[in-house]
């Protein structure tokens, strides 16, 4: 395998921290709640909850399951990578 071919390969792959961070801004989006309005629910930053979108920070187990419990889902979901992820990501 040569270097670019590597390099596409490692593009190509979605990590679990990147699959976090699309569900839990598909998520918070489609319940019409601000970042702010899920921060206060959980008692974090606002920047904080920006980053986890953004894929700038990675949460730990705790807080995957606190956002879960204030988006009104099961913590396996924020870990589970969706169809509707590929999808958009074909469009953009």
């Known amino acids: 395998m040569t270097a670019g071919e590597d390099r596409g390969r ?20 489609r319940q019409g709640l601000s970042q702010e309005a899920l921060a206060k629910r959980r008692g974090i930053s606002v920047s904080y909850v920006s980053m986890l979108e953004r894929g700038m920070r990675t949460p730990t187990l705790e807080t995957i399951e606190s956002l879960a419990k204030a988006l009104h889902f099961s913590p396996l979901y924020l870990l589970q990578r969706l169809d509707g992820h590929r999808r958009r990501s074909r469009r953009g």
């Open 10 to 29: 490692r593009r190509s792959q979605v990590t679990l921290s990147k699959t976090v961070s699309q569900n839990l801004l598909e998520l918070r989006t």
